[in-house]
Antibody
């Protein structure tokens, strides 16, 4: 059974940093691209970042480019999102999502975690 | 990276069919057959229901179907059921090697 478990969310002040983690199990992690998708309270889904199976191709939404860094450790079956210079508008539930394939263009989100809540407020 | 355009809400009666549109540009929806649709019930994670424009993942009802014409993709739900009441989102791969979602459509089953 595919499982994705996010962790690392919490309350943080504007300008500070936070690192999210996603522990994956139930599939061959290094065969698949992975993504982070967020959802602000009461709002829609927003793609944040994606990474191919071998970290060879990485993409970011314009809203987080230069502040967030996605990475993965295939030996640990884990996906990460380092979030720096956080802003109140980054407040959201952050989902880890598995891709259907190894590459950027393969459909994201055939499996999702339950999300970890990030609140940016002073 | 502008969001894809979806109607804010649609509604239908049980047994009817409804269609949700998703309009983008030639740099996303119109340029690739990498359009997906997701269903999200309140308080739950999204669920993939259509991928690559018109393919259904295993276990998804054949009442859900997808299509695309030009820069607009569509999701059709036939034989509407009460359990279909949810938010629906489209997404597309883009020419920038990124992904973009639509703003979401709230489906109400009357």
């Amino acid at each position: 059974e595919v499982q994705l478990e996010e962790s690392g969310g919490g309350l943080v002040q504007p300008g500070r940093s936070l690192r999210l983690s996603c522990a994956a199990s139930g599939f061959t992690f290094d065969d698949y691209a992975m993504h982070w998708v967020r959802q602000a309270p009461g709002k829609g889904l927003e793609w944040v970042s994606g990474i191919t199976w071998n970290s060879g191709s990485i993409g970011y939404a314009d809203s987080v480019k230069g502040r967030f860094t996605i990475s993965r450790d295939n030996a640990k079956n884990s996906l990460y999102l380092q979030m720096n210079s956080l802003r109140p508008e980054d407040t959201a539930l952050y989902y880890c999502a598995k891709s259907r394939g190894s590459w950027s263009h393969n459909t994201l989100g055939d499996y999702w975690g339950q999300g970890t809540l990030v609140t940016v407020s002073s | 990276q502008s969001a894809l355009t979806q109607p804010a809400s649609v509604s239908g009666s049980p047994g009817q069919s409804i269609t949700i549109s998703c309009t983008g540009t030639s740099s996303d929806v119109g340029g690739y057959n990498y359009v997906s649709w997701y269903q999200q019930h309140p308080g739950k994670a999204p669920k993939l229901i259509i991928y690559d424009v018109s393919n259904r993942p295993s276990g998804v009802s054949n009442r859900f179907s997808g299509s695309k014409s030009g820069n607009t993709a569509s999701l059709t739900i036939s034989g509407l059921q009460a359990e279909d009441e949810a938010d629906y989102y489209c997404s597309s791969y883009t020419s920038s090697s990124t992904w973009v979602f639509g703003g979401g459509t709230r489906l109400t089953v009357l």
